[in-house]
């Protein structure tokens, strides 16, 4: 019998280090795909999701869409009121963006810098560009205080979408974000600008 009672106290004892190990493992893993100033994911963890929403929308039939958004003047704001500061509006900045983002699937991560990314697996172009326009609202009516001095932020957006026929790679998907993004910031800032098309020769045409 104490034999009996050994043996199932060394089974609840390994099984209690095998759970805490996996919490560990778990935890680990957690804090490798997140970003730790704004707890969104990270780069490594959008770059694997993206690979596998693409192949996910190929094989659904449905199309994948990629916000690119970089907050204007952000340089600015880190030289005018410091870097702890510039620390609070990305932090402010990242919430709003996934308060955006709450369907399954549905991924905001901190691209790095004050770029943030958004994927939204099973969306169109017409409706991406309505909820980038509509974080942009978001992030400017956003009320940040430096010291008594009121502060506003302004955000501008890329938007691509990537039709599941289309043979570009996600890579061509981000640069046309990227583009569009750019020409949002060309275009005077603080607005949405949509890539209409990739186009075979990967160009981008602006919407």
Same mark, same amino acid.
């Given at each position: 019998m104490k034999s009996w009672k050994r043996v199932v106290a060394r089974t609840k004892a390994l099984e209690e280090v095998r759970h805490g190990l996996e919490l560990a493992n778990a935890e680990l893993l957690r804090l490798s795909s997140t970003d730790p100033l704004t707890h969104l994911a990270n780069r490594r963890q959008f770059d694997q999701l993206l690979e596998d929403e693409v192949r996910r929308g190929r094989r659904n039939g449905t199309p994948l869409t990629v916000l690119l958004g970089d907050i204007d003047h952000f340089k600015r704001v880190n030289d005018?009121?410091?870097?702890?500061?510039?620390?609070?509006?990305?932090?402010?900045?990242?919430?709003? +963006?996934?308060?955006?983002?709450?369907?399954?699937?549905?991924?905001?991560?901190?691209?790095?810098?004050?770029?943030?990314?958004?994927?939204?697996?099973?969306?169109?172009?017409?409706?991406?560009?309505?909820?980038?326009?509509?974080?942009?609202?978001?992030?400017?009516? +956003?009320?940040?205080?430096?010291?008594?001095?009121?502060?506003?932020?302004?955000?501008?957006?890329?938007?691509?979408? +990537?039709?599941?026929?289309?043979?570009?790679?996600? +890579?061509?998907?981000?640069?046309?974000?990227?583009?569009?993004?750019y020409e949002a910031?060309?275009?005077?800032?603080?607005?949405v600008v949509e890539a209409a098309d990739l186009g075979p020769d990967g160009a981008t045409v602006f919407a």
């Open positions: 005018s009121y410091g870097h702890p500061f510039g620390d609070e509006c990305l932090r402010q900045v990242a919430a709003v +963006l996934q308060q955006h983002c709450q369907r399954a699937g549905d991924l905001a991560a901190r691209y790095g810098g004050e770029e943030f990314v958004i994927t939204l697996p099973a969306t169109g172009g017409p409706q991406a560009v309505l909820l980038a326009e509509r974080m942009r609202q978001d992030v400017e009516r +956003l009320e940040l205080d430096c010291d008594g001095e009121r502060v506003s932020l302004t955000i501008s957006f890329g938007v691509a979408t +990537l039709d599941p026929q289309a043979a570009a790679s996600p +890579l061509e998907l981000l640069s046309a974000a990227d583009r569009a993004l910031k060309r275009s005077g800032r603080n607005c």
